[in-house]
C-alpha cells in the first residue's frame, strides 16, 4: 500500500471524538530551560515565534476541545494575562497552585473537580508536535477504550525523539500495554507528554505533592495503562539549546 493510501486510511479511521475538556501541566519551575526562565515562565518561551504554550492551545482548539483547565504556579501572573488574551473561543480555567507546587499528580488531583467529562486530556505545556497523516488527539481518543483503560499515553520510538538525551521510558506490548524500562536498560518508547486520562486513574490518590508515575504504575499493575504510538514529529524541547535545533528541523520538515 502506498503512503498516500495509508494516509487516507489512517484519516479514515481516525473518527473518534476528542473529550471536550483537557488540562495544560503549566505550574513547573523550568528550571532546565535556565537563563530563559528567571523572568518568564517555561509555557510562554517561544519556539518558531510562538510561546509553548499556544502550540498547545491551537491543538486543542483544532482537535474540538472546548474547556481548558490550567495549572500555575511560578510567575502565575504572567501565566494568567497571557491565557486571558489566548482564549479564543474556549473556556480557559486556572487551576492555582501559588500555595504549594502539587506537581503533575498532585495538580491533577487539585484540578479534578473543574474536570467535568471522563475521560479527559491532560498535556503538558511544554510540548511540541507536529501532527503526521492524521490529528495527533483525534488518532489517541480512536483508541481509546473505556472498560479497559485508565490511561492511554502518547508514545514516540526513542529513535524519533527528537533532542532527546534519554534512554527511552516503556515499552509497547503486541495489546498496547506499557510496561517500565529496567533500570540501566533502554526502552524504545519515551513519553510525549501528552495523554487521556480516566477520573479512575486518581481514585486514591496522594494528598498533596506528588508524581503522577504512582499513579501510573498502578494502572501498569492492573493491566489498565496503555500506550498509543505518535505518527507525526515530536521534540524535546527542555533547554535553550533544544529551541534552536527544533526551530532549524522544522525548517525541512
Known sequence: MSQARRALRLRAEVEAEVPQTAMIMAAGLGKRMRPLTATKPKPLIEVAGKALLDHVLEHLRTAGVKTVIVNVHYLADALEAHLKSRANGLDIRISDERDLLLETGGGLVRAAPMIDC?????VNSDNYWVDGPADTLRLLASQWNSEKMDAL??????????????????????????RRRERSHVAPFVYTGVQMVSKRLLRDAPEGAFSTNILWDRAIEEGRCFGAVHQGLWFDVGT?????MTESALQYA
Open 118 to 122: 471522563d475521560p479527559f486530556l491532560a
Open 153 to 178: 499515553l502518547l508514545l514516540v520510538p526513542l529513535a524519533r525523539a527528537q533532542n532527546h538525551g534519554g534512554i527511552g521510558d516503556f515499552h509497547l506490548s503486541r495489546d498496547g500495554k506499557v
Open 240 to 244: 535553550p539549546q533544544a529551541i534552536q
